[in-house]
Protein backbone atom coordinates (compact mmCIF):
# COMPACT_ATOMS: atom_id res chain seq x y z
CA UNK A 1 0.00 0.00 0.00
CA UNK A 2 1.56 3.35 -0.93
CA UNK A 3 1.60 5.34 2.17
CA UNK A 4 1.86 9.52 2.05
CA UNK A 5 3.27 11.49 5.10
CA UNK A 6 4.73 14.28 6.00
CA UNK A 7 7.96 15.58 5.28
CA UNK A 8 10.97 14.32 7.98
CA UNK A 9 14.21 16.46 8.53
CA UNK A 10 16.24 13.45 6.93
CA UNK A 11 14.26 13.50 3.71
CA UNK A 12 15.03 17.51 2.62
CA UNK A 13 17.66 16.81 0.80
CA UNK A 14 16.15 14.20 -1.30
CA UNK A 15 13.32 16.30 -1.57
CA UNK A 16 15.41 18.88 -2.66
CA UNK A 17 16.52 16.50 -5.89
CA UNK A 18 13.00 15.36 -6.46
CA UNK A 19 12.43 18.85 -7.10
CA UNK A 20 15.18 19.07 -9.54
CA UNK A 21 13.75 16.38 -11.95
CA UNK A 22 10.21 17.73 -11.61
CA UNK A 23 11.80 20.92 -12.74
CA UNK A 24 14.07 19.24 -15.33
CA UNK A 25 10.97 17.45 -16.52
CA UNK A 26 8.26 20.32 -16.65
CA UNK A 27 9.75 23.24 -16.33
CA UNK A 28 6.16 24.82 -17.99
CA UNK A 29 4.58 23.25 -14.91
CA UNK A 30 7.08 24.29 -11.77
CA UNK A 31 8.95 27.23 -12.74
CA UNK A 32 7.16 29.45 -10.32
CA UNK A 33 9.14 32.10 -7.83
CA UNK A 34 9.91 31.42 -4.63
CA UNK A 35 9.90 27.22 -5.44
CA UNK A 36 12.51 27.07 -7.82
CA UNK A 37 14.82 27.99 -5.33
CA UNK A 38 13.97 24.93 -3.34
CA UNK A 39 16.48 22.74 -5.74
CA UNK A 40 19.20 24.99 -4.37
CA UNK A 41 19.96 23.12 -0.70
CA UNK A 42 18.50 21.50 1.86
CA UNK A 43 18.94 24.01 4.33
CA UNK A 44 16.57 25.87 2.41
CA UNK A 45 14.05 23.52 2.08
CA UNK A 46 14.07 23.88 5.75
CA UNK A 47 13.84 27.31 5.52
CA UNK A 48 10.74 27.05 3.79
CA UNK A 49 9.12 24.74 6.46
CA UNK A 50 9.86 26.60 9.25
CA UNK A 51 7.27 28.13 8.58
CA UNK A 52 3.94 26.83 10.23
CA UNK A 53 2.11 28.00 6.74
CA UNK A 54 3.84 25.53 4.62
CA UNK A 55 3.62 21.99 4.43
CA UNK A 56 5.25 18.99 2.17
CA UNK A 57 3.62 15.80 1.78
CA UNK A 58 6.02 13.12 0.12
CA UNK A 59 5.76 9.16 -0.20
CA UNK A 60 9.03 7.51 0.43
CA UNK A 61 10.84 5.58 -2.98
CA UNK A 62 9.87 2.01 -2.39
CA UNK A 63 13.37 0.40 -4.06
CA UNK A 64 15.79 3.52 -2.73
CA UNK A 65 16.49 4.34 1.07
CA UNK A 66 16.00 7.60 1.65
CA UNK A 67 15.03 8.79 -1.63
CA UNK A 68 11.17 10.40 -2.07
CA UNK A 69 8.99 8.91 -5.04
CA UNK A 70 6.74 11.46 -5.06
CA UNK A 71 5.34 14.75 -3.13
CA UNK A 72 3.08 17.62 -3.28
CA UNK A 73 3.66 20.84 -1.29
CA UNK A 74 0.60 22.89 0.18
CA UNK A 75 1.08 26.67 1.17
CA UNK A 76 -1.44 28.44 3.41
CA UNK A 77 -1.93 31.96 2.09
CA UNK A 78 -0.29 34.59 4.74
CA UNK A 79 -2.81 37.84 4.56
CA UNK A 80 -5.22 38.30 6.85
CA UNK A 81 -8.29 38.37 4.26
CA UNK A 82 -6.79 35.30 2.85
CA UNK A 83 -6.54 32.74 5.20
CA UNK A 84 -9.02 31.03 4.94
CA UNK A 85 -7.39 29.18 1.76
CA UNK A 86 -4.21 27.11 0.87
CA UNK A 87 -2.36 26.90 -2.26
CA UNK A 88 -1.28 23.17 -3.44
CA UNK A 89 1.88 22.86 -5.67
CA UNK A 90 4.72 20.75 -6.91
CA UNK A 91 2.40 17.66 -7.76
CA UNK A 92 4.46 14.95 -8.68
CA UNK A 93 5.23 11.47 -9.05
CA UNK A 94 8.82 9.97 -10.50
CA UNK A 95 7.74 8.64 -14.00
CA UNK A 96 8.35 5.16 -13.06
CA UNK A 97 5.94 5.00 -10.76
CA UNK A 98 2.74 6.68 -12.21
CA UNK A 99 -0.73 5.21 -12.69
CA UNK A 100 0.31 3.12 -9.36
CA UNK A 101 -1.65 5.61 -6.70
CA UNK A 102 1.04 8.04 -5.31
CA UNK A 103 -0.50 11.05 -6.84
CA UNK A 104 -3.52 10.41 -5.60
CA UNK A 105 -1.83 9.27 -2.06
CA UNK A 106 0.14 12.36 -1.67
CA UNK A 107 -2.89 14.63 -2.72
CA UNK A 108 -5.21 13.21 -0.27
CA UNK A 109 -3.04 13.71 2.65
CA UNK A 110 -2.00 17.33 2.00
CA UNK A 111 -6.11 17.50 1.70
CA UNK A 112 -6.02 16.33 5.17
CA UNK A 113 -2.90 18.42 6.67
CA UNK A 114 -4.55 21.50 4.95
CA UNK A 115 -8.30 20.84 6.75
CA UNK A 116 -6.33 20.88 9.76
CA UNK A 117 -5.03 24.39 9.56
CA UNK A 118 -7.31 26.52 11.72
CA UNK A 119 -9.86 28.40 9.44
CA UNK A 120 -8.73 26.95 6.14
CA UNK A 121 -11.58 26.18 3.98
CA UNK A 122 -10.34 26.22 0.51
CA UNK A 123 -7.78 24.28 -1.00
CA UNK A 124 -6.42 26.05 -4.64
CA UNK A 125 -4.86 24.12 -7.48
CA UNK A 126 -2.98 25.92 -10.67
CA UNK A 127 -2.94 23.74 -13.57
CA UNK A 128 -0.52 23.81 -16.73
CA UNK A 129 -3.82 22.53 -19.55
CA UNK A 130 -1.45 20.39 -21.17
CA UNK A 131 -0.71 18.36 -17.99
CA UNK A 132 -3.98 16.15 -18.66
CA UNK A 133 -3.17 13.35 -16.34
CA UNK A 134 -3.07 15.90 -13.58
CA UNK A 135 -6.56 17.74 -14.33
CA UNK A 136 -7.31 14.33 -14.36
CA UNK A 137 -6.31 13.53 -10.91
CA UNK A 138 -7.44 16.88 -9.63
CA UNK A 139 -11.08 16.43 -10.86
CA UNK A 140 -11.51 12.87 -9.41
CA UNK A 141 -10.55 14.10 -6.17
CA UNK A 142 -13.63 16.47 -6.53
CA UNK A 143 -11.18 20.00 -7.75
CA UNK A 144 -13.37 22.25 -9.93
CA UNK A 145 -12.03 24.24 -12.51
CA UNK A 146 -13.36 27.97 -11.86
CA UNK A 147 -11.40 29.57 -14.70
CA UNK A 148 -8.73 29.65 -17.51
CA UNK A 149 -6.24 31.93 -18.14
CA UNK A 150 -5.63 31.71 -21.43
CA UNK A 151 -1.11 32.62 -21.92
CA UNK A 152 -0.90 32.04 -18.76
CA UNK A 153 2.66 30.63 -19.02
CA UNK A 154 5.59 31.46 -21.73
CA UNK A 155 8.20 29.63 -21.60
CA UNK A 156 10.85 28.48 -24.33
CA UNK A 157 9.19 29.74 -27.31
CA UNK A 158 5.76 28.40 -26.19
CA UNK A 159 2.60 29.60 -24.50
CA UNK A 160 0.42 27.41 -22.13
CA UNK A 161 -3.28 28.04 -20.63
CA UNK A 162 -3.36 27.71 -16.59
CA UNK A 163 -6.35 26.06 -14.96
CA UNK A 164 -7.70 27.29 -11.59
CA UNK A 165 -8.98 24.40 -9.62
CA UNK A 166 -10.51 24.94 -6.16
CA UNK A 167 -11.50 22.46 -3.51
CA UNK A 168 -14.10 23.38 -0.49
CA UNK A 169 -12.25 21.52 2.35
C1 LIG B 1 0.00 14.20 -12.29
C2 LIG B 1 0.79 13.15 -11.57
C3 LIG B 1 1.38 13.75 -10.29
C4 LIG B 1 -0.12 11.97 -11.21
O1 LIG B 1 0.61 11.10 -10.38
P1 LIG B 1 0.35 9.53 -10.35
O2 LIG B 1 1.15 9.00 -9.21
O3 LIG B 1 0.58 8.89 -11.65
O4 LIG B 1 -1.22 9.52 -10.03
P2 LIG B 1 -2.10 8.27 -9.56
O5 LIG B 1 -1.49 6.97 -9.99
O6 LIG B 1 -2.38 8.44 -8.09
O7 LIG B 1 -3.44 8.52 -10.38
C5 LIG B 1 -4.53 9.06 -9.77
C6 LIG B 1 -5.53 9.47 -10.84
O8 LIG B 1 -4.94 10.43 -11.73
C7 LIG B 1 -5.45 10.23 -13.04
N1 LIG B 1 -4.36 9.80 -13.91
C8 LIG B 1 -3.11 9.47 -13.56
N2 LIG B 1 -2.38 9.15 -14.65
C9 LIG B 1 -3.21 9.29 -15.71
C10 LIG B 1 -3.06 9.12 -17.12
N3 LIG B 1 -1.88 8.73 -17.66
N4 LIG B 1 -4.12 9.37 -17.90
C11 LIG B 1 -5.28 9.78 -17.38
N5 LIG B 1 -5.50 9.94 -16.05
C12 LIG B 1 -4.48 9.71 -15.23
C13 LIG B 1 -6.52 9.16 -12.91
O9 LIG B 1 -7.74 9.78 -12.59
C14 LIG B 1 -6.00 8.36 -11.73
O10 LIG B 1 -7.00 7.63 -11.08
P3 LIG B 1 -7.30 6.10 -11.52
O11 LIG B 1 -5.97 5.39 -11.40
O12 LIG B 1 -8.31 5.63 -10.52
O13 LIG B 1 -7.78 6.15 -12.93
C15 LIG B 1 1.95 12.59 -12.46
O14 LIG B 1 1.39 12.19 -13.70
C16 LIG B 1 3.07 13.58 -12.71
O15 LIG B 1 3.97 13.73 -11.90
N6 LIG B 1 3.01 14.25 -13.90
C17 LIG B 1 4.06 15.20 -14.32
C18 LIG B 1 4.06 16.43 -13.51
C19 LIG B 1 2.74 17.17 -13.48
O16 LIG B 1 2.10 17.39 -14.50
N7 LIG B 1 2.36 17.60 -12.27
C20 LIG B 1 1.18 18.39 -12.04
C21 LIG B 1 1.50 19.83 -12.07
S1 LIG B 1 0.11 20.80 -11.58
Known sequence: MVEARKIHRRDLDAYRRLR???LKEAPWAFASLPYVELTSHPSVVKQWLDD???ELVVIDHPDEDGELASAVG???ETKAQFRHKAVAWGVYTLPEFRGQGYGEAAMRHAIEVARSWSGVETLLLHVTGVASE???L???IGFETWGVEPDCVRLHGESYDVHRM???L
Open 138 to 140: YSS
Open 52 to 54: PGN
Open 134 to 136: ALE
Open 166 to 168: RLS
Open 74 to 76: IQR
Open 20 to 22: VAM
